[in-house]
């Protein structure tokens, strides 16, 4: 078996298919960024057509702020791919506040009219970058960090949290296999039935639990369905730390721990980081670092 770091890697981090040499991620950065700049422009830019010169060239430049890490100009250069642009900062760097991020040439209509969209583009996904940054610094490697689907702007939004070095979790719903709460009273919270039944159907399968009976239950079948074709994780939802630290404690006991990895998620805030990351779980899961993360504040100036 791998070490058990390099299992997590793989169960919950698909960060290597987010840059636009993938066609699948290229396309959808493309057909997103496209759906926000029209509904922006919408008839036109009335301002800039009625006073600029629709020949005109303009130089202008992209500019920090505040601190933070920088996240989204690869697709920055996407949305502007006709001017000319000259990334001076790269995705992950740390920037400061009054730092040049990115020069800019070409013709003023097309500059000012995307304006607020690239903004837009560079403040969401640094914002997200940074806060899931400074959140990571909080585990301090005792567990890692993830996204959930709790999000806007989908791709765009597990891309930023990787620059900050968070897991992706699941890019979508064809990733991997979670069992839900719901899906368990289909089958009137029947897990073998259930877990038996989706064994062939992904290699990646997680379980939601809701209490220490259940994730041992669930353990104890994972167990039993354990083979080199399938990675099993269990999802320990809205259970306090407290709790957590006895399931984890529990699994080891019973041999069960190494068959399996495990997740805290559910409503989880960066007050309670430290007290989750201290109970023994793998990953950490936060729809705050999409739902709740603060643009970070950077400004187009016309040289």
């Known amino acids: 078996m791998q070490p058990r770091n390099k299992l997590i890697l793989e169960f919950w981090d698909r960060s290597k298919e987010?840059?636009?040499?993938?066609k699948e991620y290229m396309d959808f950065v493309k057909k997103f960024l496209t759906f926000l700049l029209k509904e922006d422009i919408k008839n036109g830019d009335l301002t800039t057509?009625?006073?600029?010169?629709?020949q005109k060239d303009i130089s202008a430049t992209i500019i920090a702020k505040e601190n933070g890490i920088l996240a989204g100009t690869e697709e920055f250069s996407l949305l502007n791919k006709d001017l000319r642009?000259?990334?001076?900062?790269?995705?992950?760097?740390?920037?400061?506040?009054?730092d040049v991020l990115i020069e800019i040439k070409g013709n003023a209509k097309k500059i000012l009219e995307r304006e607020r969209?690239?903004?837009?583009?560079?403040?969401?996904?640094?914002?997200i970058a940074t806060l899931t940054h400074d959140l990571v610094k909080k585990l301090n490697n005792k567990a890692k960090l993830a996204a959930t689907r709790k999000n806007l702007w989908g791709l765009l939004d597990k891309k930023a949290v990787s620059i900050g070095n968070g897991l992706t979790h699941r890019l979508n719903l064809s990733d991997g296999i979670i069992i839900k709460d719901n899906h368990l009273k289909i089958f009137n919270h029947n897990i073998e039935n259930v877990m038996d039944s989706v064994k062939n159907k992904s290699k990646y399968i997680e379980i939601e639990v809701e209490n220490k009976k259940q994730a041992i239950c669930a353990a104890r079948i994972i167990k039993k369905l354990s083979n080199n074709e399938n990675l099993f994780a269990l999802m320990l939802d809205n259970i306090r730390p407290e709790e957590i630290k006895s399931i984890v404690d529990?699994?080891?006991?019973?041999?069960?721990?190494?068959n399996l990895?495990?997740?805290?998620?559910?409503?989880?805030?960066?007050?309670?980081?430290?007290?989750y990351s201290d109970c023994g779980v793998d990953a950490i899961s936060m729809g705050f670092l999409t739902n709740s993360a603060k643009a970070l504040n950077i400004s187009q100036e016309i040289k």
Do not use: F, V, W
Request: hydrophobic share 30%; glycine share 6%; proline share 2%.
């Open 18 to 22: 987010l840059n636009i040499k993938n």
């Open 49 to 54: 057509s009625s006073i600029i010169n629709r």
């Open 85 to 98: 642009i000259k990334r001076l900062k790269k995705d992950g760097d740390k920037i400061k506040n009054n």
């Open 117 to 127: 969209t690239s903004l837009n583009l560079l403040q969401r996904m640094s914002g």
């Open 250 to 258: 529990e699994l080891k006991n019973q041999n069960l721990y190494n």
């Open 261 to 275: 990895l495990l997740e805290a998620s559910g409503g989880i805030n960066p007050n309670d980081l430290k007290r």
